[in-house]
């Protein structure tokens, strides 16, 4: 997360800030169903209204980065339904 990078072996995938806000918010609480709101607030400084779709498409773009390394990499990053995102132990 320093580095602001994804890196498994030889290869590396250069994160955002924000998207490193949000894995490192998700890895701080692993496990943990982690609301929306709480996530937004912490990548994006500000209140998260419901309408707004930034946090999901960051996390389709956290997954698609991930899916580059391998397929069970992507599905560590799981939806919980009704609440936000959790970051599974991987």
């Known amino acids: 997360l320093a580095r602001r990078q994804f890196q498994l072996g030889e290869k590396s995938a250069s994160l955002t800030d924000a998207e490193a806000r949000i894995v490192e918010y998700l890895n701080d609480n692993r496990g943990k169903n982690c609301s929306k709101s709480a996530i937004f607030k912490n990548a ?4 998260y209204s419901p309408g707004d779709k930034t ?4 996390i389709s773009r956290l997954r ?27």
């Open 44 to 47: 994006f400084f500000r209140d």
């Open 55 to 58: 946090l999901d498409v960051y």
């Open 64 to 90: 698609r980065k991930l899916s580059e390394f391998d397929a069970q990499s992507a599905s560590c990053l799981q939806t919980a339904r009704g609440s936000g995102y959790k970051l599974s132990e991987f």
